[in-house]
């Protein structure tokens, strides 16, 4: 078989990825407490930050990132019922809006008196609100922001998310304990990317990673009406000089398909074959991008960010924090 050229470029990165994720399986039973989850992102972080820092990997740690852990998400739609979802009630349904509406209110305020225009301050409250680089990458054509303000953002939301996905777990067992929709709605609530909600999740158990991508989820579907809406202010603003924006946005094709899968499996009974099997692919999947997760976690950007930067990031981060906190408390989840 004559493998393409962009096959060849990912392979050496998803072959690293794939040989992390197995140590850490392995290394799992020896420590069990720890878990596989938990073990790929340690060694992740590790060997990306010493033994593994060659370029030539980053298109196939990039790869396992973002495509295996999509592919995942929808694979949990075949572990998902409309009892699963209904599970978070409408003070699920409440606890999100006024956390998106919280964070977004929250982030453009800080920004603004931090001195960072109105376009970047916009950017940082979509993409925490929303779904970090996501939402960033359906916001800035929207409103017409530059590919330097953009790119400065997406480095922000990824290293504050990175450091509330190794925190947010531990703070949510010591609070809540055993209560699995409590930690679920901290975790889904609050972290910025779909690889961060499924890396903190997994540091505590598999049922927390499939409530807080509900949680995640649910965040998702609103990309679109928070688009619309900087669209329009960004309009009334004149931060924008063309009519229409430069790129259409939608939801994601694997939450689109999640919520196919969702619904066939809450009308249809299946085979067993097919949850387990989900489950399975879908866990290994997990495994392979939260090790890529660890090797593309650089500590030399949290270097060279400045100070006005990073206590943007920390201010945000406190405010999701201190809210989600007050809501699940407030609405009882």
């Given at each position: ?136 990458g359906a916001i800035a054509p929207a409103i017409e ?103 259409k946005f939608s939801i994601p094709w694997y939450v ?22 989900a489950h399975f692919i879908s866990t290994w999947f ?48």
């Amino acid at each position: 078989m004559i493998l393409n050229a962009k096959t060849k470029t990912i392979l050496p990165g998803l072959g690293l990825s794939l040989a992390v994720a197995v140590l850490a399986k392995l290394g799992a039973l020896l420590l069990p407490k720890l878990g596989g989850a938990t073990l790929a992102i340690l060694l992740g972080i590790l060997l990306g930050n010493t033994l593994f820092k060659q370029p030539a990997l980053a298109a196939g740690t990039k790869f396992s990132e973002s495509r295996l852990l999509e592919y995942s998400v929808v694979l949990l739609g075949f572990t998902v019922t409309f009892q699963t979802i209904g599970e978070m009630g409408l003070k699920g349904l409440l606890y999100i809006v006024l956390m998106m509406t919280t964070v977004i209110c929250g982030a453009y305020f800080i920004g603004r008196k931090l001195g960072f225009n109105e376009k970047m301050a916009l950017m940082m409250a979509g993409g925490n609100a929303v779904c970090g680089s996501s939402a960033i990458g359906a916001i800035a054509p929207a409103i017409e922001a530059n590919d330097e303000e953009k790119g400065q953002i997406i480095t922000l939301v990824n290293l504050l998310g990175t450091v509330m996905m190794l925190t947010l777990p531990f703070l949510g067992w010591s609070l809540f304990g055993a209560d699995l929709l409590s930690k679920s709605a901290l975790l889904g609530g609050t972290l910025q990317s779909v690889g961060q909600v499924v890396a903190g999740a997994s540091l505590i158990n598999p049922e927390t990673v499939k409530y807080a991508m509900l949680f995640k989820i649910t965040r998702i579907i609103f990309l679109v009406v928070v688009v619309f809406l900087f669209e329009s202010k960004a309009k009334h603003d004149h931060l924008v000089t063309t009519s229409e924006s430069k790129k259409k946005f939608s939801i994601p094709w694997y939450v689109t398909c999640f919520l196919i899968f969702c619904i066939i499996n809450s009308f249809f009974t299946l085979p067993t074959l097919f949850s387990e099997g989900a489950h399975f692919i879908s866990t290994w999947f997990e495994t392979i991008a939260l090790a890529a997760i660890g090797l593309r976690l650089d500590f030399q950007k949290f270097l060279k960010e400045g100070p006005r930067f990073l206590l943007y990031g920390l201010s945000v981060g406190a405010v999701q924090t201190i809210a989600a906190l007050l809501f699940i408390f407030l609405l009882q989840i």
